[in-house]
């Protein structure tokens, strides 16, 4: 296909739910421009309006108002936080600081997904947790009176970090952490400093002290890197033209994926860049490119974690094997992508295989043809539309509706970087 036009992406994921949480605490009304309106950030918004906070209705090209109470208040229902392991994860954090129980839950892929990582360190901070079916949800959280926490992190996770950081906010307390392998994504911090908080970073640990008073706000959300990536890999596959994808946020704790396809033979160029609310925004061109295979090694997986099933259908065009190295993370997504990137990959004809907890997908020429089952997974589905995008191919996809989780109208949007070939 050729590909043409400039588009635009829905907002930042990360961010939406970030500035939906700190306008729920700020003690006034904030405005919010480009928000999400995907599904995950809806559950983000209903949640909070269970907490106590007035947020307008969450629709395209609309600013959201929220209208936001310093201290949330005890909700009267279960905290249904649908899909969405943000939402959850960050909530136990805020809400391990206020005096109150509330219990969450989530759909079937939420409710198996760990939560320990983030109670057990809210824990010793002194929440207190219920749970009712093993390491997942539902849960009972107990806030309370928190204590200082310096905590070695497991893995390198924004939600864990978010969760703590958020703890000391709701809490008052300081809050020290190392992440193992690599920075995870740092919207939370940046926000946190834009509110007069100290966040620094002292000897390879990230240090909170609770320092700043959250206020009511005004944020434009950027593009969402990750839901560019999946358009950034179908012009990437094209066989001719330029896309260019605007307004994209390109913190470079996001944008890893870029440094992995440049090395893969296609430079993705970066054009009027600017900075909105303390986050690097840019247009994204791209051109079609002829990829060859690249490691990608540990201390980047941290930085490109969402877009690993779209660089793995990447691979699977490229000449040579690529090899993920040390991706286990993926086990724990919005399903067990690591098993089912293999999987999908071998069903449309591709190689590829686990060794321990490395990922290995080895590059053709013969045009995919296969039937992918994603397990409703939002970013399976969109990375092998996109890998059907691709000159004879052939893959069906058992359900395309989960890309709303993050990318509302993804169908369209991918059919519409399309260009006729005499165009
Ligand atoms: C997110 C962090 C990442 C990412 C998720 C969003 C966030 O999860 O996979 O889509 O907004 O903090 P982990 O931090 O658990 O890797």
Redesign the pocket.
């Known amino acids: 296909m050729r590909v043409g036009g400039t588009v635009r992406v829905p907002g930042d994921?990360?961010?939406t739910?970030?500035a939906l949480l700190f306008g729920a605490l700020a003690g006034g009304t904030s405005h919010v421009g480009g928000a999400l309106t995907s599904l995950d950030a809806r559950s983000t918004a209903r949640v909070l309006r269970q907490l106590g906070a007035e947020i307008s209705p969450l629709r395209p090209g609309r600013v959201v108002a929220i209208r936001g109470r310093r201290r949330l208040a005890r909700p009267t229902a279960v905290l249904d936080c649908g899909n969405s392991?943000?939402t959850t994860?960050?909530l136990l954090g805020l809400l391990s600081g206020h005096r109150f129980s509330a219990t969450l839950t989530g759909d079937a892929s939420l409710r198996g997904r760990p939560m320990r990582?983030v109670t057990g360190p809210l824990g010793r901070m002194g929440a207190r947790f219920i749970e009712h079916r093993g390491d997942g949800l539902p849960l009972t959280v107990r806030g309370g009176p928190l204590t200082p926490l310096r905590y070695e992190m497991p893995?390198?996770?924004?939600?864990?970090?978010?969760a703590l950081l958020l703890a000391g906010v709701a809490g008052n307390v300081e809050v020290e952490l190392l992440e193992p392998h690599g920075r995870?994504?740092d919207?939370?911090e940046r926000l946190l400093r834009a509110f007069g908080y100290q966040v620094m970073e002292r000897e390879g640990w990230i240090v909170f002290r609770p320092s700043g008073r959250l206020e009511p706000f005004e944020i434009q959300v950027p593009g969402d890197p990750?839901s560019a990536a999946f358009l950034v890999g179908a012009a990437v596959l094209a066989e001719a033209g330029e896309l260019r994808v605007a307004q994209v946020g390109v913190n470079p704790t996001r944008t890893g994926f870029l440094g992995v396809l440049a090395r893969m033979g296609a430079t993705v160029d970066l054009v009027e860049g600017t900075e909105q609310f303390g986050e690097p925004v840019a247009d994204l061109l791209i051109r079609p490119a002829e990829l060859r295979a690249t490691e990608v090694r540990p201390a980047e997986i941290?930085a490109l974690?969402?877009e690993i099933p779209l660089l793995a259908v990447l691979a699977s065009r490229a000449e040579g094997t690529t090899v993920f190295r040390q991706v286990g993370?993926l086990r724990?997504?919005?399903s067990d992508r690591l098993r089912l990137i293999a999987e999908n990959l071998r069903s449309v004809g591709s190689r590829s295989e686990i060794s321990g907890d490395d990922l290995y997908v080895e590059g053709g020429r013969a045009a995919p043809r296969g039937r992918v089952r994603t397990a409703a997974d939002h970013?399976l589905a969109m990375a092998f539309a996109v890998l059907g995008t691709v000159p004879g191919a052939r893959v069906s996809i058992d359900d395309l509706t989960s890309a709303a989780v993050?990318f509302p109208n993804f169908p369209e949007t991918l059919r519409g970087i399309r260009r006729r070939e005499s165009a």
């Open positions: 994921k990360s961010i739910h970030r392991g943000t994860r960050l990582r893995v390198s996770s924004a939600q864990i970090k978010s995870s994504r919207h939370t990750s941290a974690i969402d993370e724990v997504k919005e970013r993050s």
